[in-house]
């Protein structure tokens, strides 16, 4: 797997498995099963997801060396304040059943309480139970609030980014200030996946439409983070690395830009 180099100096891969809605136990542990054996390494989770637990019993029984995993975890809104953030890690971590995380995010610039808690990452990252710390639902105006009060800049931001969301002055923002977009949502959650322009482009490199979604968020040079439970899927969207959008591709992919969300919008938020 590919991996891009992120300014805290470890490496991403360039691949995540998304794991937001894999609330069943059973179903989430066979999903990393076998995202582990097609490949994957890099898992994306969150406390408010309910599968930290899992994820930690998953990795734990596949025995893959801990440090061949990249994991992230997501601090949830209601732990952000100070008195809750540190308790609420530690109890990542014992889900997680390692004792530190490959990237750590707050994962939503809640008003009020966002700058203390990242003050808090900061020393999580500095006791080294975090590698590379960040953010997630972030817009430019939020970063640049970040970027004027830190000691340690974010190393990611992770954001709904697809074909359909394009985003280009966050992407452009990011890239000026070396933090690596993570693309949630890179399928749109399965919107438009019918779209002649994914068809008429997987028709040419002989990809699905989803792959060429997620080939999109490559090459910007963004990490898509795929969601899936079932196995065809699991092993195609990482199936990703024999082909290559040219400047051409990538301008016909352009025009699909709607701002179009499926999760949530962080642009009002003060
Ligand atoms: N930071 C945040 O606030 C935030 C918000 C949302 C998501 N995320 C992260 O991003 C990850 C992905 O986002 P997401 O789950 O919203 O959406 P997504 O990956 O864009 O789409 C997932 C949906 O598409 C289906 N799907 C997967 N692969 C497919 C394929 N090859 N062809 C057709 N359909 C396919 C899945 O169904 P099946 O599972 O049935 O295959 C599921 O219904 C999440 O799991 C999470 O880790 C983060």
Redesign the pocket.
């Known amino acids: 797997m590919q991996t891009m180099k992120l300014n805290s100096g470890n490496d991403l891969p360039v691949v995540?498995?998304?794991?937001?809605?894999?609330k069943n136990e059973q179903e989430c542990k066979e999903?990393v099963r076998l995202a582990l054996e097609t490949g994957y390494r890099h898992f994306?989770?969150?406390q408010i997801?309910g599968n930290e637990a899992y994820l930690g019993e998953a990795l734990k029984v596949a025995g893959t060396p801990r440090e061949e995993l990249f994991i992230t975890t997501?601090i949830w809104n209601e732990n952000q304040p100070s008195a809750r953030l540190s308790a609420s890690f530690d109890q990542s971590l014992k889900n997680l059943q390692t004792d530190y995380v490959d990237l750590l995010?707050l994962?939503?610039p809640v008003t009020g309480t966002r700058q203390q808690a990242w003050h808090e990452l900061e020393k999580i990252a500095k006791a080294g139970r975090a590698k590379a710390i960040g953010v997630?639902?972030y817009t430019v105006r939020h970063l640049e609030e970040l970027l004027a009060d830190c000691e340690i800049k974010p190393a990611v931001n992770?954001?709904?980014l697809?074909v359909y969301l394009q985003q280009p002055e966050l992407v452009e923002f990011c890239k000026q200030h070396d933090i690596v977009i993570?693309?949630?949502?890179?399928?749109?959650?399965?919107y438009g996946?019918d779209n002649p322009v994914l068809a008429e482009l997987g028709q040419k490199y002989g990809k699905?439409?989803?792959?060429i979604?997620?080939r999109w968020c490559i090459d910007l040079g963004t990490v898509?983070?795929?969601?899936?439970?079932?196995e065809?899927?699991?092993k195609?969207?990482i199936d990703l690395f024999d082909f290559q959008l040219t400047d051409e591709d990538m301008a016909s992919l352009a025009k699909l830009d709607k701002n179009h969300r499926?999760?949530?919008d962080p642009t009002e938020v003060a």
Request: hydrophobic content about 40%; glycine content about 6%.
């Open positions: 995540g498995f998304g794991l937001w809605q894999v999903a994306d989770t969150a997801y997501k995010l994962h939503f997630s639902n992770q954001v709904e697809h993570e693309a949630y949502s890179p399928l749109a959650h399965g996946l699905s439409p989803a792959q979604m997620l898509p983070l795929p969601k899936s439970v079932h065809d899927r699991i195609s969207n499926t999760c949530w």
